[in-house]
């Protein structure tokens, strides 16, 4: 469809432009990666043109020291490729063209750079898509049997084909088999390598599996075998050392809607097997425990989780979870199971401990509220708890292990969530909140003297009010020099500059305040430091 050359014009000259065998590449794309032996003498010498280049090259010119060979790499890509689409199904999670009823299947475009996509899950010609998408999957479940045509379009129009159509079949029938394989160690000694393996698998009585339907696979390695149906048909096999295996029955006939399908089991060939529980040994209500069995060799599990008065109190799971909904004291019983070792079975127990949550409760005073005065909160919580978490409401919270009571100065006029959440000594905690309210007046003053070294309330000098929402406090010296700035109101100057005390002196602010409500205020003053 397309020819042409690339290089010099004229090949007989002695040094020109050629190509060495098998260094010419092709992708699916039909893009040409092509190596040239390029300019292979100087251009002063020959009068030759520059071999050209793109913007970005790693060299522009041929940096030869005399006559020889640069290496120049071009890409040639057509672009007629066009829009391209790939249907792939999956059943189940995975890659799979056929299923039992009913059928979901999610249907995928493999390649994915369309514009768009009409889905015909059932196609008929001439008949519209049955889905329209502009992501590259889609699903649809079958309800009845038959084989189907899908049909996927993907559609760009501004590609030089505009559309294009791939297909895949789906089967979906009714006749299922139910695998259900069966072994058991045989004769004497311990522990047992040879093994009888029993196909018990069950379908449609109208329609018996075939000899060939099944097959064994042992795990080891060896020869799969047929597996044909009943205990006149079994299968014995020895394995060659002590381990783990796992064997599986395999369904091999396409008569079957779930073909093919493995049923996996395991064996397990040591000297003995042992039951041991990991789990936490204490929970919260409502405590959703989750056990693991690190059993040594265990092929089967039998859980007993200690709480009779559960519905579930049992499993045969291998790591199980298990809901307590009441508090107290469980002991934990797993049974592991395994035919192929010595002692075959092994048990153990475990002791569990659920604790309900402690109870929070706190009270407040003033009630009612006094203008601008700090709230009283008083903890009486469950003597179980140990540690608490006050939030106030406002955007404060404590945590403390202390009980006695907590003031907190509210900053604004109003009813706040006030909650406390109290801790027991494993962790479990319970929270309570009720309304508190406060009152406050808006007012901002600032002390007009304090000992930067006396260790006490009097050694930082900070704005003291109510109702701040907005602040900027910046203290002067005397020679006009900066000596401090804030916008918080929790922060105060403690007179010191770089870490240095400053000297006894009458100091200058200025205070600019904007309060909860909206109003606003400014403040000038003296302040003398004393040392």
């Known amino acids: 469809m397309f020819g042409s050359y690339f290089g010099e014009p004229n090949s007989n000259i002695a040094g020109g432009d050629h190509v060495d065998g098998g260094t010419s590449r092709f992708d699916k794309n039909g893009v040409i990666y092509q190596a040239i032996c390029a300019n292979c003498n100087l251009d002063a010498v020959n009068g030759r043109p520059p071999f050209p280049t793109t913007p970005g090259a790693w060299s522009t010119v041929n940096n030869a020291n005399g006559p ?103 089967r979906v029938g009714d006749l299922r088999a139910d695998l259900r394989p069966f072994w058991q160690p045989i004769g004497p000694g311990c522990p047992k390598f040879t093994y009888e393996f029993i196909n018990n698998s069950v379908t449609d009585p109208s329609r018996p599996f075939q000899d060939t339907s099944f097959v064994w696979d042992f795990g080891d390695g060896s020869p799969r075998v047929p597996a044909k149906i009943g205990a006149a048909n079994s299968v014995i096999h020895t394995y060659p050392a002590v381990g783990t295996y796992l064997p599986k029955l395999q369904l091999k006939d396409t008569a079957y ?27 919260c209500l409502q405590y959703n425990a989750s056990f693991k069995s690190n059993s040594l060799n265990g092929i089967t599990f039998q859980w007993d989780f200690g709480d009779p008065t559960s519905p579930d109190n049992t499993s045969v799971l291998e790591n199980p979870t298990h809901l307590y909904v009441n508090a107290g004291n469980y002991i934990v019983r797993l ?21 309900d949550a402690p109870v929070p409760d706190f009270s407040t005073l003033p009630i009612p509220p006094v203008v601008n ?3 009283t909160f008083n903890n009486l919580s469950s003597i179980d708890a140990i540690r608490f978490k006050w939030v106030f409401g406002d955007g404060d919270s404590l945590i403390t292990t202390s009980r006695s009571p907590v003031l907190h100065q509210y900053n ?94 009458v100091y200058v602010y200025t205070l600019s305040i904007e309060f909860f409500d909206g109003t606003k205020t400014t403040k000038k003053g003296d302040i003398t430091l004393i040392r």
């Open 68 to 170: 020889g060979c640069n290496l120049a790499m071009v890409k040639i890509a057509m672009n007629l490729a066009g829009v391209k689409g790939g249907v792939q199904s999956a059943i189940d999670g995975l890659r799979d063209t056929a299923g039992c009823l009913p059928l979901p299947v999610i249907f995928t475009d493999t390649i994915g750079n369309a514009q768009s996509y009409e889905w015909h899950f059932n196609y008929v010609p001439g008949n519209p898509p049955d889905l329209i998408t502009l992501v590259p999957t889609a699903s649809f479940t079958y309800n009845a049997v038959g084989v189907y045509t899908v049909m996927l379009v993907a559609v760009d129009p501004n590609t030089c084909n505009q559309r294009d159509s791939s297909f895949t079949n789906i």
């Open 412 to 505: 604004a006029t109003g009813t706040f969530n006030a909650c406390l959440t109290a801790y027991n000594a494993i962790g479990c905690d319970s929270t309570l909140c009720k309304p508190v309210s406060a009152i406050i007046l808006p007012l901002v003053d600032v002390p007009n003297a304090f000992t930067p070294q006396s260790g006490d309330i009097n050694s930082v000098v900070m704005v003291q009010g109510f109702g701040i929402s907005k602040m900027q406090f910046i203290i002067w010296n005397r020679w006009g020099q900066k000596v401090f700035e804030t916008n918080s109101r929790f922060q105060g100057w403690d007179g010191r500059v770089k870490g240095v005390v400053q000297p006894m002196d």
């Open 257 to 283: 809607c779930n073909n093919p399908e493995d049923s996996i089991f395991k064996i397990s060939i040591a000297d003995n097997v042992k039951a041991i529980i990991a789990t936490p040994a204490t929970g």
């Open 373 to 375: 005065t700090p709230t």
């Open 335 to 355: 049974t592991v199971t395994n035919p192929g070792t010595c002692n075959i079975t092994h048990d153990t127990t475990f002791a569990i401990t659920v604790f």
